[in-house]
């Protein structure tokens, strides 16, 4: 697979009254086409800023400071606000954590779908509320016809989940960022939003960024998982690997803090808090919480280094225990 | 003896606007949501009962009836032996010192003016006759108890975290020393890591104190981890009713199995049952004649046309469903 996007080395800072915060730390990541990729993190772990730079909508008063993000070999940071509207939305698309209010409240919604077919790809009204209708029973909307008519305020939130899925896929995207999708929904409805967007993304073959909070919603949909703590990348490894050898402590214990419906567990929560991002110690974020700490932490940075092929951990502490190990 | 017991609650909310209007005008009953239909279950001293089950179900409504914020139409709440299910607010003040709760919005159910200290003691003034002097000393102790030191007392809401403030609202719930707190949601508005440091709080204020419980929750992770029996909620009533184990190990009833089975876990291996339900839950203005579940359960038979079984009762637990 090539890589689709590829970010290197990003940092976003957001200016406050009493500081710079340093949302996302010289980040690296990248995406291959077709492939699904959990981020996973605690609130404030930078999750969000990083899909709001992939679309470059980081407003005043954050500002991107560093990195480069390529999509599709193409600098997106050296694209002009009109290129960039070509792609936000027609090859990057975005499905939000809030799908009610990320539709408009007066338009039916089977009006802003085919709006997009007419905008991005040119059809005649008629052309397009055909298009519409296709879209809605793809992502299984029931009764098409009827709901196209209908406003966001008269439909479930599970329905109106599916209408913003429709909607980003409907200008057929290489990249769908999908911002907690499931959160707030219940679990049946949330299990079968899931559903459909990994089938979907295999049969049109998107790419999706998955953004969660939730390891269960990882393990069951992405191939990849990145791993993020207080604007870093701590770890990044094939969905297996990550649960079942997870490198870094943050992993390991961000895997046993949660209770779990498929086994008995004696849950453990992480130490300490996600330090403050307003002036962040030099070294790893996560040393204060960490049970492998050593001097060497708080000085330096630790490197996101390769573990095995494609398991990559940014770890003083598990170098150390790997090279003791033999 | 259980100290509550809930016997055939129902809670209906009567319609307003078009269709009472219409429906006076054509003669017909006024028109109501039956959010509750019909729920029994007993709380054991020191036990935790979860009530489980999705938006709309009736589980919040139940707790609200509980904590008499609502009257409800019909069905009887006994507390300790006292029905409370039809006193008046004079006569059910006295017992709210033993019946607390904890909702789910940790920052809207705290009073933004109030410093933490004054919102705990105030539910001292409201319900205890204890001096300044000794009140003080219990909001000290309830405090340090939930894990807020003396530094955090004195903060006002804005001043504290997610997790500090879920704090804050326990604390005012056992203050009184009640001996039932009902937890509305308690962790689903808190972060992952957060969430854990609250559940093992819980569990250990009802060891130290010998607290019940009634958890009301849709994440039955916590569930499972919390509670001691399970009640699973659909379309106002209960479906099954079992202890935690049995009830995650065998779930009998179509609705807890469909429940159990959508739930994500991480364990990219899980080899778990795919057991899903047609559609979405209807409106509780339009329900199925017959099982609630008709017309989504996938192990339908005509038999669940019938009218609702009551349920059956073995070992201690309920499952109302024709087929099982």
């Known amino acids: ?326 | 003896m259980p100290l509550v017991e809930v016997r055939e609650l129902q809670m209906h909310f009567p319609l307003g606007g078009l269709p009472a209007l219409l429906a006076r005008l054509r003669g017909l009953p006024a028109p109501v949501v039956r959010a509750v239909q019909s729920v029994s279950f007993d709380v054991a001293p020191g036990e935790t009962l979860a009530l489980v089950g999705e938006s709309g179900c009736g589980k919040s409504t139940v707790a609200r009836c509980l904590l008499r914020l609502l009257d409800p139409t019909a069905g009887s709440i006994r507390y300790d032996g006292t029905e409370i299910a039809t006193l008046d607010s004079d006569a059910m003040q006295p017992l709210r010192r033993n019946i607390q709760m904890v909702f789910q919005d940790p920052t809207a159910s705290l009073n933004p003016r109030l410093t933490a200290r004054r919102m705990v003691e105030e539910a001292l003034l409201l319900h205890t006759a204890l001096d300044a002097a000794d009140r003080r000393a219990r909001v000290d102790g309830v405090l340090e108890e939930v894990g807020l030191g003396r530094e955090l007392a004195d903060r006002h809401p804005h001043e504290l975290s997610g997790g500090q403030r879920q704090r804050v609202n326990i604390a005012r719930a056992i203050a009184t020393n009640p001996r039932f707190v009902v937890l509305d949601e308690p962790t689903s508005a808190l972060d992952v890591s957060l969430r854990s440091r609250i559940i093992l709080l819980l569990e250990s204020l009802r060891a130290r104190h010998g607290l019940s419980y009634l958890f009301i929750s849709h994440d039955l992770a916590t569930v499972k981890y919390l509670a001691g029996r399970v009640a699973v909620m659909y379309l106002g009533v209960i479906v099954e009713l079992a202890e935690t184990g049995e009830l995650f190990a065998r779930p009998l009833h179509p609705y807890t199995r469909a429940l159990i089975a959508a739930v994500p876990v991480p364990d990219p291996d899980s080899q778990r049952e795919r057991f899903v339900l047609e559609g979405e839950i209807p409106s509780p203005m339009e329900l199925p004649s017959g099982c609630p579940l008709r017309g989504r359960c996938p192990i339908e038979q005509p038999v669940c046309a019938e009218p609702r079984r009551s349920g059956k009762s073995r070992l201690g637990r309920y499952v109302a469903c024709h087929r099982v």
């Open chain 1, 1 to 326: 697979m090539s890589d689709l996007l590829e970010i290197a080395d990003l940092t976003v800072s957001f200016d406050s009254d009493a500081g710079e915060i340093q949302a996302v730390d010289h980040i690296s990541l990248t995406i291959r086409a077709g492939e699904v990729v959990g981020l996973v993190g605690e609130s404030g772990s930078g999750k969000s800023v990083t899909a709001f730079a992939i679309l470059r909508l980081i407003r005043r008063p954050g500002r991107v400071k560093s990195g480069t993000i390529r999509f599709n070999g193409v600098d997106l940071g050296t694209l002009s606000e009109e290129e960039m509207r070509q792609i936000r939305g027609a090859k990057i698309a975005l499905i939000s954590q809030s799908p009610r209010t990320a539709l408009n409240p007066v338009i039916t919604v089977g009006r802003q779908i085919a709006r997009l077919f007419e905008l991005h790809g040119g059809l005649s009204a008629r052309d397009a509320h055909r298009r519409m209708l296709e879209m809605l029973s793809l992502v299984r909307i029931p009764d098409p016809a009827k709901r196209a008519g209908q406003y966001a305020h008269q439909l479930s939130g599970g329905m109106c989940q599916r209408v913003m899925i429709a909607m980003a896929l409907a200008t057929s995207p290489q990249l769908l960022i999908a911002d907690e999708p499931t959160t707030g929904l219940d679990v049946s409805i949330a299990a079968r939003i899931l559903d459909l967007l990994r089938e979907l993304g295999a049969k049109t073959g998107a790419a999706i960024l998955l953004i969660t909070h939730d390891l269960g919603v990882v393990a069951e949909t992405a191939d990849r998982v990145v791993v993020m703590h207080a604007g870093q990348v701590v770890e990044s490894a094939p969905v297996r690997t990550l649960f079942h050898q997870p490198a870094h402590p943050y992993t390991r214990a961000l895997v046993r803090s949660i209770p779990r419906v498929d086994r008995t567990v004696t849950m453990e929560p992480i130490p300490g808090a996600v330090p403050s991002l307003l002036d962040p110690p030099p070294g790893c974020r996560y040393a204060e919480r960490c049970g492998w700490v050593s001097e060497r932490c708080r000085i330096a940075r630790p490197p996101l280094t390769r573990v095995v092929a494609d398991h990559e951990v940014a770890c003083y502490g598990f170098e150390e225990r790997r090279d003791a190990a033999g």
